[in-house]
C-alpha cells in the first residue's frame, strides 16, 4: 500500500506570490489533514478535510486554505505569501472513522521557502 | 490555552535507555500520542495512551498520568537509527476530528 504521498517536495517562491501543493493521502483514508512544521513552533495543526468537507481548522489567516477532492486527494493553497510562511508544511490521513485512537499517517512534507 | 512542553534536545549511549518527558495543559484531553520524526522524514506513529498506565510495544514504551498531565516515552536498548526527533501529541476533541496538538519535539543524540 502506497503512503502519503505529497508534492512537490521543495519550492522557493517570493514575497506575494501564491502556492498550491498537493496531498494524496493512502488508498482508503477520507481525512486528510495539514500542519505546519517551523522549528520554533513545532507542528500547527492548519485545517482537515473529511469527505470534501473542512471538518476542522486552526488559528490561521485566511490566506491558508484547503480543498479536498472526491478522491480524497488534497490541495493547500496560501496566498499573499510572507517571509514567515517559510516552513515545511505536513499532509497527513487516516480512515476519518472519529475513533480516539485513529492515528494519522504522515507524508514527507513540501519544504516551501519564501524569499 | 493549550502548552505542551517537552525537553528540546537529549542525548544518550547506544544500548542505554532514555525516557523522554511530556507534560501537557489543555482545555481537553482524548488520547496522547508519540511520532518519531528522521530528520528529512514524515512522522511515523510509535504508541498512543487513553487510560492512565504503562503501553509496552517491543523497545519502546509510553506512560500516561491523566491526574498530572504528564507522559514519558521509554526507550531501551537504544539504537543510532533511533537518534531522531520525538514527538508528543494530544488529541483535545472527541468525536470526528483529527486535530492533534504537538509539542515542538526532542531531539535524541544517539552516541556511541
Known amino acids: 500500500k502506497a503512503g502519503v504521498t505529497q508534492t512537490p517536495r521543495y519550492l522557493i517562491k517570493t514575497r506575494g506570490q501564491q502556492v498550491t501543493l498537493s496531498c494524496s493521502p493512502i488508498s482508503g483514508h477520507r481525512s486528510v489533514s495539514w500542519y505546519q512544521q517551523t522549528p520554533g513552533q513545532g507542528l500547527q495543526f492548519l485545517f482537515e478535510?473529511?469527505?470534501?468537507?473542512?471538518?476542522n481548522k486552526g488559528n490561521f489567516p485566511g490566506r491558508f486554505s484547503g480543498r479536498q477532492f472526491s478522491n480524497s486527494r488534497s490541495e493547500m493553497n496560501v496566498s499573499t505569501l510572507e517571509l514567515g510562511d517559510s516552513a515545511l508544511y505536513l499532509c497527513a490521513s487516516s480512515p476519518g472513522q472519529g475513533s480516539s485512537n485513529e492515528k494519522l499517517f504522515f507524508g514527507s512534507g513540501t519544504q516551501l521557502s519564501v524569499l | 490555552g493549550q502548552n505542551i512542553d517537552q525537553p528540546t534536545e537529549m542525548t544518550a549511549t547506544e544500548g542505554a535507555i532514555v525516557q523522554i518527558n511530556c507534560t501537557y495543559q489543555t482545555s481537553g484531553f482524548n488520547g496522547l500520542f508519540w511520532y518519531q520524526q528522521h530528520a528529512g522524514e514524515a512522522p511515523t506513529f510509535l504508541s498512543y495512551?487513553?487510560?492512565?498506565g504503562l503501553e509496552e510495544k517491543g523497545r519502546f514504551s509510553s506512560f500516561l498520568s491523566r491526574s498530572k498531565g504528564y507522559s514519558y516515552l521509554l526507550l531501551k536498548e537504544l539504537q543510532m537509527k533511533d537518534s531522531a526527533s520525538y514527538l508528543c501529541?494530544?488529541?483535545?476533541?472527541?468525536?470526528?476530528?483529527?486535530?492533534?496538538?504537538f509539542g515542538t519535539g526532542t531531539l535524541l543524540a544517539v552516541q556511541p
Open positions: 478535510y473529511f469527505s470534501e468537507t473542512q471538518r
Open positions: 495512551n487513553v487510560l492512565d
Open positions: 501529541a494530544v488529541r483535545t476533541y472527541g468525536g470526528a476530528t483529527n486535530k492533534l496538538i
